[in-house]
């Protein structure tokens, strides 16, 4: 637990007991960053992984509380003894081709792990913003994605983001729960240690000189979201949820940066190399959804939330971090 000053009365949730689960991934790590900054009290849950240790060096000052989400007793015991305000909820296998391969280890962190804290939210009657992604609502013939779509997704990561987000909805409607959803686009920028996804792993070939390897034909589209206005995103949900301000039970966040994974990779070998770099195709992504991208009209007019940076400044900034982490 980090036990800060509360110096900052902007946001009223920064003055909050806050419980962040996934706190070592991409997202959490950088939430787990703008807490620090604002001296707010929060505690960090995580599962031992790769990002574990990284987070510990970067965060020497926060105690990371290791526990399995999908253990209902010892999740609930640990939330029980402690007096939390708000739940921020980004514990997730996050990976598709993970899934793919192991879909009960996905589906116990991403579904039942979900519905053990909906369920304990419900009887300490605690507040919680749940991740979500695109991802929820599979394939649609009809783009942007808008917040009363059908949730029908086929693969199992994508079934697991329909259900997390109907199981939301449940506990929504039949118990009046107190909660939010942000489903999200891709979300991009330092501190991913996934090298399968193109954002870092094409950054890392390219600043150690190797030659990419892409997992599809570069055709699919994307949004494309820079970490720093996930975060604010999630700060704002949180703080209108508290509040009891939020009108909606779940928001599209995303840029307004919808491009293809070509043009994306042409973009990071320009920022890195000057030129465009000739990849090796491995193609592996037939169980992929070819375009998604969102329509995040709804959250910027109910909760005044919109991002900020574009795909140039967000790549700019990300390969500023890798440079630095890679030591190259």
């Known amino acids: 637990m980090h036990h800060g000053k509360f110096g900052n009365k902007k946001l009223s949730i920064l003055k909050k007991n806050i419980l962040v689960t996934g706190a070592t991934g991409l997202l959490g790590s950088h939430f787990s960053n703008y807490l620090l900054k604002n001296d707010c009290n929060f505690t960090a849950l995580a599962i031992k992984d790769s990002y574990s240790s990284t987070y510990e060096n970067s965060f020497p000052q ?31 296998q996050t990976q598709v081709g993970d899934a793919i391969d192991n879909p009960i280890k996905t589906f116990k962190s991403n579904i039942e792990g979900t519905w053990n804290l909906l369920e304990i939210c419900r009887y300490n009657n605690l507040p919680i913003v ?45 118990y009046n729960q107190n909660l939010v959803t942000l489903r999200c686009g891709n979300i991009y920028g330092g501190g991913d240690l996934n090298w399968e996804r193109l954002i870092p792993g094409v950054i890392k070939w390219l600043l150690e000189g190797e030659v990419p390897i892409l997992r599809s034909d570069g055709s699919y589209v994307r949004d494309w979201v820079y970490v720093d206005d996930v975060v604010m995103a999630y700060i704002e949900a949180g703080k209108n949820l508290y509040e009891n301000k939020v009108r909606y039970s779940s928001y599209n966040f995303s840029s307004s940066d919808n491009f293809s994974v070509d043009h994306v990779y042409r973009k990071i070998c ?26 995040s009209s709804l959250i910027k007019e109910d909760l005044n939330v919109v991002a900020k940076f574009n795909l140039d400044e967000g790549l700019k900034r990300t390969i500023t971090w890798y440079r630095e982490f890679l030591k190259l």
């Open 62 to 92: 926060i105690e990371v509380n290791y526990i399995d989400i999908a253990n209902f007793e010892e999740i609930d015991n640990f939330i029980n003894s402690n007096d939390f305000d708000i739940i921020y909820h980004f514990a997730a």
């Open 270 to 295: 320009e920022l890195i190399k000057g030129e465009y770099v000739e990849p090796i195709y491995n193609i592996s992504s037939e169980k992929e959804i070819p375009s998604q991208y969102l329509d």
């Open 130 to 174: 749940i991740a979500s992604s695109d991802k929820a609502y599979g394939i649609s013939d009809v783009l942007p994605y808008k917040e009363n779509f059908e949730l029908k997704g086929e693969f199992p990561y994508e079934v697991s983001k329909s259900v997390t987000d109907l199981l939301a909805n449940t506990y929504k409607k039949t």
